[in-house]
């Protein structure tokens, strides 16, 4: 679980990146984070991996206590936490492989294990063909994949996924919001910064918390059940309205059905 307590950042510069931010994201969810540039998007996932400390509040991520995190125990955190970045820093001067395998090195995994691991990602991901490429001979599509790739190499619980589909059209972009949709559904929490609200359309089902000069001014869990909550609660009171014309007011209401979900 992730939980921020009346998060604000403000900058060095004056700028308020967020101001107090209250949010709950439960294990397993798949979230869009929208709203304008300079909303606070990139600041609220970066205060995540404790990039940079808030100016105020609390965060968690489960049992972690990310603001008061001893700088030893940082690489614990990230370990959790896969991140594409908005600019993806993927090596130019590596080939997909190596990237992908770079976080393995760096924690000692053995080396025909960690090949392994990286093959089965790239197969995950769909792009095992490229593996021997350089980042530049890539479309934009398959570089995304790249950085979706290193972020899932240390196994994490959440993986947050800044504007991964900022350069891309719009059938590669829904190809690239199926993978984490996936990912997803094999159990990972995902976080996705994005200002491309067509694609919300297409996964209404998912939460969507919506920022805007640093607030949170919208958190919609399952948009598209809700919706069809409210249709039903209208619809009801229309029939309550109607049959009211005809039936006398004394007559007694029948009970609700049990455990009928909505
Ligand atoms: N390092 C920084 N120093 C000073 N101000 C910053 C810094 N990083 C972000 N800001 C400011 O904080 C606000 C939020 O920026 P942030 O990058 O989080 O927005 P965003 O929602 O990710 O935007 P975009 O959609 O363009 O990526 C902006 O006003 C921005 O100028
Ligand atoms: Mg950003």
Known sequence: MIKLEKVSKI????????????????????????????????TLLR??????????????????DVVALPQQKIPHLRKKIGVVFQDLKLLMDRTIFENVILPLEIIGFKKEEAAKRVEELLEQVGILEHRDKFPVQLSGGEMQRAAIARALTLSPDILLADEPTGNLD???????????????????????????????????????????????????KHAKEEHSAEKKVEEKSQETKEQSKREPVTKIEKPEKKGEKK
């Open 11 to 42: 900058f060095g510069t004056g700028a308020a990146g967020l101001s107090d931010i209250n949010l709950v994201i439960d294990k397993g969810e798949f979230v869009f984070l929208v709203g304008h540039t300079g909303s606070g998007k990139t």
């Open 47 to 64: 205060l995540l991996i404790r990039e940079m400390l808030p100016s105020e509040g609390t965060i968690f991520i489960g049992d972690l």
């Open 170 to 220: 719009s059938k590669t972009a829904f190809d690239i919001v199926e993978l984490l949709s996936k990912i997803n559904q094999n159990g990972t929490t995902v976080i996705m910064a994005t200002h491309n609200l067509d694609l919300l359309k297409k996964y209404a089902k998912n939460r969507v918390i919506a920022l805007e000069k640093g607030k949170v001014i919208r958190d919609q």
